[in-house]
């Protein structure tokens, strides 16, 4: 914890104002990318790893009990929301973007292609995470605040998941 503690207090200061236009910026700008480059996803995911068998995705059954259904709805939307948003920005951000060799605008671009090549269960859109992720992880790279990431992060997860989930919970 001593080292999560030690990332969070060498964070510069950013004024409120650019803090929330640097969110909302990078908030619209991802669920943007998500949604023009989607048929580009799909294609990819077609063409390039139809042979990922469906079980690798993180899918859910529709066939659920209701009850069971929505305390497993609520597990996921904590730790996919929010949880694992914050570790991952905690590790990404946080500790690897400062070490980058880069020292210019390459050293967000490289974090972000790790970043999005972690994502491992969906590599059809990495290149679709890394248009939506850039900016937001260039402002982190240019104001040295993490919470420029956090914050959209976790937003952007919540809006993903809940649309995801919808019609499991609300369609039975």
Known sequence: FRSVRLIFQSQNC?????????????LFWAIGAFIILRPIGEFIHEAVFSWIPPW???????????????????????????VMPLSEEIYFR????????????????????LFCAY????????????IATFPMYYFVWKYRNISLSIIPHILLNLVGDVILMYPLIFNQ
């Open 56 to 82: 690798f995705t993180p899918m859910l059954d529709p066939q659920l009990p209701n009850k069971w259904m929505l305390k497993f709805t609520w597990f996921l939307l904590i730790t996919f929301s929010i």
């Open 94 to 113: 946080g500790f690897l973007l400062p070490r980058e060799k880069y020292k210019d605008w390459r050293a967000p671009l490289v974090n972000t292609v």
């Open 14 to 26: 950013v004024f409120f104002r650019t803090s929330l236009i640097t969110i909302i910026f990078s």
């Open 119 to 130: 994502h491992i269960w969906s590599p059809w859109l990495i290149l679709t995470r890394v």
